[in-house]
């Protein structure tokens, strides 16, 4: 009984019925005014046609255009409500000015500093894509930074919990998902103690990503032990702009020196400890050296734009010395601008490849300008090799995602499925110099609607262990073959009409 009563009353069961009542509400509302009379349906008519109009003329992907163009002929007004709700790719405005003013005042303080990528050189071949990825932000390129590759999450995290208990100055931590269980136990008896002990510790978690999962009075107690915590972009039951925007992105900072990248969220099936999925494959990276300052920034930008303050970031800017070969270039992603750096990154990789493009990625949900990379770069001879869940975790979007694999195969894509059961990494990785791993996904969402976080490598030593993960799993993975398809006439529907719903995946 005591469990039915707190499913029933807590915020996630009441948010969920406020919306749905919202939804039916509205729904039955211009139901009801399209039947009223005929100068109503005219001006619902007419709505959609202006609203239409601004879809077409708008910067966004062909591909979503037709889709929601498609929605709002067949449902007028609520198509038009739910476009300007769902495919608002624009944070709210308060938080967007936030943000804009937070990321200037910071880009400020570094003119003060020698952070620049241009006394950084770097072979021509990667210097336009770098030097792009420069000009969006406080995204510097990096020598001088040691990199570690992970292919599990299990071993990152252990690693990360020494690095934590190292810390002396400082520990930032931001995430999508923080769930209860083992693995935010140990993180979080660490990160207590060291702000006990006096460091300055800041978490900050995604509302919606972690909903479902937060240990109950999670900021409660952190805060009452010293721990400083933000939650992004919080939920609100009801239908409003920007929520939508979520903080995807997974950075650990200790003492600006050390830093962690990659899709491992802090929940135990991202160590293998509770996985309904059966073996759960996500990789990492652990940056030490110059390159961390790109992450710190990354992080202060939004913890400063959430708590009105204005760091002074030089404190927390890398102090150790380290010597390493290649250079890293770790960058955000955002929905603040019409930029859509990961796409043309991931993009560039297949335009500029000579032998082969590995990919990683648990979602495959890809507009023209994509399919056209990868099926040229297979077609100009590229060994393009992609490798997918075998046991989803999300049923609709795996079926979206098969709806992808004819086109690739027909154009000598290979595709796998990862057989143990779900791969959450995301990694690019080309003719053994170019690389990039990081949080952002190959779908809609990470694409344009996400706060992301990557990094781009370039003849660093841990892209050897990269390419021999990828060689591991390719081993232990399913090739799909053309014959294998079995696309149905049923099956087929549904995936046209899941392509035309695509960017509310």
């Given at each position: 009984?005591?469990?039915?009563?707190?499913?029933?009353?807590?915020?996630?069961?009441?948010?969920?019925?406020?919306?749905?009542?919202?939804?039916?509400?509205?729904?039955?509302?211009?139901?009801?005014?399209?039947?009223y009379s005929t100068v109503i349906t005219a001006i619902f008519g007419l709505v959609s046609v202006l609203m239409m109009l601004v879809i077409v003329s708008s910067k966004d992907n062909p591909v979503y255009k037709i889709g929601w163009l498609i929605?709002?002929?067949?449902?007028?007004?609520?198509?038009?409500?739910?476009?300007?709700i769902s495919a608002?790719?624009?944070?709210?405005?308060?938080?967007?000015?936030a943000i804009q003013a937070s990321e200037a005042h910071i880009e400020q303080q570094l003119e003060q500093t020698n952070y620049s990528s241009q006394d950084v050189p770097i072979a021509d071949e990667v210097k336009g894509i770098s030097d792009y990825i420069a000009?969006?932000?406080?995204?510097?390129?990096?020598?001088?930074?040691?990199?570690?590759?992970?292919?599990?999450?299990?071993?990152?995290?252990?690693?990360?919990?020494?690095d934590m208990e190292q810390a002396q100055s400082f520990?930032?931590?931001?995430?999508?998902?923080?769930?209860?269980?083992?693995?935010?136990?140990g993180m979080?008896?660490?990160?207590?103690?060291?702000?006990?002990?006096?460091?300055?510790?800041?978490?900050?978690?995604?509302?919606?990503?972690?909903?479902?999962?937060?240990?109950?009075?999670?900021?409660?107690?952190?805060?009452?032990?010293?721990?400083?915590?933000?939650?992004?972009?919080?939920?609100v039951p009801y239908l409003a702009l920007g929520m939508n925007n979520r903080d995807h992105r997974k950075i650990l900072v200790i003492d600006g020196d050390v830093a962690y990248n990659g899709g491992i969220n802090i929940a135990d099936e991202y160590i293998n400890v509770d996985s309904k999925l059966g073996h759960w494959k996500d990789t990492g990276l652990r940056l030490e050296g110059d390159g961390v300052a790109n992450l710190t920034l990354i992080f202060l930008s939004v913890w400063d734009a959430c708590r009105k303050e204005q760091t002074h970031v030089a404190a927390y800017l890398p102090k150790k010395?380290?010597?390493?070969?290649?250079?890293?270039?770790?960058?955000?992603?955002?929905?603040?601008?019409?930029?859509?750096?990961?796409?043309?990154?991931?993009?560039?990789?297949?335009?500029?490849?000579?032998d082969y493009v590995y990919i990683f990625t648990p979602y495959l949900i890809i507009d023209h300008e994509m399919t056209l990379a990868l099926t040229m770069a297979a077609k100009r001879g590229v060994d393009v090799r992609i490798v997918v869940p075998k046991i989803p975790d999300k049923k609709a979007v795996y079926t979206l995602t098969e709806s992808y694999f004819r086109p690739l195969l027909e154009a000598g894509v290979r595709l796998y499925r990862y057989t143990p059961g779900f791969i959450h990494a995301k990694s690019y990785l080309a003719d053994d110099k170019v690389g990039v791993v990081g949080t952002i996904n190959m779908d809609y969402r990470s694409l344009y609607l996400h706060f992301e976080c990557g990094t781009f490598l370039y003849e660093v030593d841990a892209l050897k262990d990269l390419k021999q993960d990828y060689l591991e799993t390719f081993a232990v993975s399913e090739e799909v073959q053309l014959k294998d398809l079995g696309e149905g006439l049923l099956k087929r529907t549904g995936q046209a009409v899941l392509r035309v719903l695509s960017p509310l995946f």
């Open positions: 009984m005591e469990k039915l009563k707190n499913i029933l009353f807590n915020k996630v069961t009441i948010g969920a019925i406020l919306l749905l009542v919202q939804l039916a509400w509205l729904l039955l509302f211009f139901y009801q005014l399209s039947s929605l709002i002929g067949l449902m007028p007004m609520f198509g038009t409500f739910l476009y300007l608002n790719k624009q944070p709210a405005k308060k938080l967007r000015k000009s969006q932000g406080t995204y510097a390129r990096h020598g001088n930074t040691d990199v570690t590759y992970f292919k599990l999450g299990e071993d990152m995290y252990a690693s990360m919990l020494k520990i930032f931590f931001e995430y999508f998902i923080v769930g209860q269980g083992q693995m935010w136990d979080k008896e660490i990160l207590i103690r060291k702000a006990q002990e006096g460091l300055d510790v800041r978490v900050m978690y995604d509302d919606l990503g972690s909903l479902m999962v937060l240990p109950k009075g999670f900021k409660s107690e952190l805060e009452s032990q010293g721990v400083k915590v933000v939650t992004f972009n919080p939920m010395s380290v010597r390493a070969k290649g250079y890293v270039q770790p960058f955000s992603d955002s929905p603040l601008d019409e930029e859509l750096i990961s796409e043309n990154l991931y993009m560039d990789i297949l335009w500029n490849a000579k």
